[in-house]
């Protein structure tokens, strides 16, 4: 799957929880770039065009990737939160374990852009520092395995439930204002 960033989803603001899914695609795509290129160069030096994959999923997760994880931590848990009774406990305790992993995802990618950008910058990395951006990257894959199959699978359908169509265009306009896009 060709992906760039910059690129049209296939869901507007208007659909917020189909554009998180979307978003949770570009996640899977740029992940196995980042999984596929450590893996093939180890710690030699990047060709052109795996150099231009490389830094391009990396800068995917400086900047888009943030903005997901405040769309949800800012904009759809605290409704999924406020629309609490005592039939949404699990949903709660699913949304406290998503606010964990992204924790954790924040850390492991610190790492990854770390190690990625040095690499870029001094076009070959040490053995171990090879090791260690495969090891994080691959500890992303499996958080994010995860990550995403319980909301793909399980949170946004809730949230579709659960939430009123007031809700989801507050959490489509706020995720506008995010990346300073006007919301149809």
Not at 62 to 69: F, Q
């Amino acid at each position: 799957m060709l992906l760039k960033i910059g690129r049209r989803p296939d869901h507007g603001f208007d659909e917020p929880l189909g554009l998180l899914g979307d978003c949770h695609r570009r996640i899977e795509h740029f992940l196995a770039v980042l999984i596929s290129i450590s893996n093939r160069f180890g710690s030699d030096t990047l060709d052109v065009k795996s150099r231009e994959q490389f830094e391009t999923a990396l800068q995917y997760f400086s900047t888009a990737a943030p903005r997901h994880t405040a769309d949800e931590e800012e904009s759809l848990f605290p409704r999924l939160a406020a629309a609490f009774d005592a039939n949404l406990q699990k949903t709660l305790e699913i949304v406290r374990r998503l606010e964990r992993d992204h924790a954790d995802a924040t850390e492991l990618h610190a790492v990854v852009d770390r190690l990625g950008r040095q690499w870029l910058e001094a076009g070959a990395l040490s053995a171990g520092d090879a090791l260690s951006l495969r090891e994080a990257v691959e500890q992303l894959d499996s958080l994010y395995k995860a990550h995403i199959a319980i909301e793909d699978q399980y949170l946004f359908p809730a949230a579709a439930d659960i939430l009123s169509g007031d809700d989801l265009r507050d959490i489509g306009q706020e995720m506008a204002r995010r990346r300073s896009v006007p919301a149809r």
